[in-house]
């Protein structure tokens, strides 16, 4: 399947709409039941604190499938989204309140490529802090 944005249409540099991501440790429950990663740092306070980390934690894969929603939303067909790769910088911290946490996603096209598809570079940040790195989608357009 293709996008259903033209790829003479878009040019290096184009932005595509940011979208931020509400997490809380309900989504994380919902997270771990569709997922079957009961990983208890992302659901014990007490454990996650005990092996190092400051709070519970969201899953990294859940972060990377947030983070690429910026992408198919704007590409209009998931199955356009060719090649996506991460590096894990830091976590999200999902506190024990009514908020959570909030990921804070950005992208842009970086380049134009063969066979009509761009390289779009994502930045993932939650708190501030960059949670995900070398954040990269490779798209099919029209």
Known sequence: ?????????????????????????????????ASGDFNPIHYNERFAKEVGLPDVIAHGMFTMAEAVRVVTDWAGDPAAVVEYGVRFTKPV???DDDKGALIEVTAKVAAKLDDNTVRVD?????????????????????
Not at 14 to 25: G, I
Not at 127 to 134: I, P, R, S, T, Y
């Open 93 to 95: 911290v999902v506190p």
């Open 1 to 33: 399947m293709t996008a259903k944005i033209a790829y003479a249409d878009v040019e290096v540099g184009t932005e595509l709409p940011a979208q931020s991501f509400p997490v809380t440790r309900a989504t994380l429950v919902r997270y771990a039941g």
């Open 122 to 142: 994502l930045i993932a940040t939650c708190a501030g802090q960059k949670v995900l790195g070398m954040s990269r989608a490779v798209v099919r357009l029209a």
